[in-house]
């Protein structure tokens, strides 16, 4: 069995409940007990956004220019370097579902 992971997607979010460190203990677990082939990711690339998001939303993450309402919609304290990480997890979900397709 193959599992989509990146150890990217463990990040820092002051203030916030979110523990990210809950995918790389899963993870972990996972290497522990299974014999499974973990799969890096891609980022899905902004055309692939752009079938779910605004060009104007995706303009905004690419040029770091979210407006205080777009930041508080997220409820995460915001950085620039979210924009990249956010694809990054969004291409482990297209990734993990062609897996899926494979198997049919």
Known sequence: MRVVYSG??????????????KYRMIAE???????LTFIEPMPASWDDLALVHTAEYLGKLRDNALTPEDVATLELPWSPAFADL??????????????LRERG
């Open 86 to 99: 956010f694809r990054l997890m969004a291409g482990g979900t297209i990734a993990g579902v062609a897996l």
């Open 8 to 21: 990217r997607y463990e990040v820092t979010l002051p203030g916030h409940i979110w523990p990210t460190s």
């Open 29 to 35: 677990a996972l290497r522990r007990r299974s014999q």
